[in-house]
């Protein structure tokens, strides 16, 4: 009589399962070791300005409010969403506004500096943002041609008496316009807006740098900022109302 080892295996059949044949694999030899156990790994996201917001559209229903908070630097444009205040591993997401790469590249009211033929050439390239492009060619002609007049009036005496005059003014005169229009948006990811630019002139000796510089605009990015960060609060405020918000 032959001995046979017999090795069952019992495999639960769910009621619905309508009379399906099920097929059942056992593979011999050596399993494979293990994995490590690994700690688990926070998320850190680094986005646009409405990055929180997306965030929580998604996640909301997953996470405590009452141990979550958001931060929020007006003067950094900056909001940032942590989902777990006292853990350690608590996920952080962090949306800010930032400069468009047109004003990056502008240079407008930054401390870039230009020589008059560089600033020519980037105009000259750059003709699609102008409001005018009339204009645009007259500021390159103008740049490329760029002439400044100096005069200079030097004051110096010294009385008897010890006291001393020293005086210094310098006055330039130059072909550059007084201001021209631009059509480019303040903050990335944001429509157009028209601003007016100006050009600032300075001469030492024969060396020139141009800058740059716009009020308008200045006063646009003010509004836009307090405006926008506004309107993300107010609809984080409407999927999350219990989670924090604190201004720092």
Known sequence: MTEQNENR???????NYNGMPIEVILREGQAPEALDPKEPVPVKIIGTIE?????LEKRVELIDQKTAHITVS????????????????????????RPSKEMVEFGINSEKNWEPINLSKF??????????????????????????KVNQDIERSK?????????????????????????????????????EVEIYADVDGRNVSLSLVSAGANEAIEDYKNRVIDEQLNLIREIAPDIAIIEI
């Open 9 to 15: 295996i019992n495999v639960a059949v769910p009621e």
């Open 74 to 97: 007006r003067d950094d444009m900056k909001i940032s969403l942590f989902d777990k205040e006292t853990d350690y591993y608590s996920n952080g997401i962090e949306g800010i506004l």
């Open 159 to 195: 009385e008897e008496n010890g006291s001393k005059t020293d005086n210094y003014s310098q006055v330039v005169d130059s072909n550059l316009p007084k201001s021209f229009k631009l059509n480019i948006p303040l903050f990335k990811g944001f429509d157009c807006e028209e601003i």
């Open 123 to 148: 105009f000259k390239m750059h003709r699609a943002f102008f409001k005018d492009k009339a204009e645009n060619m007259a500021l390159v002609s103008t740049l490329k041609n760029f002439k400044a």
């Open 51 to 55: 990055s929180p917001l997306k965030w």
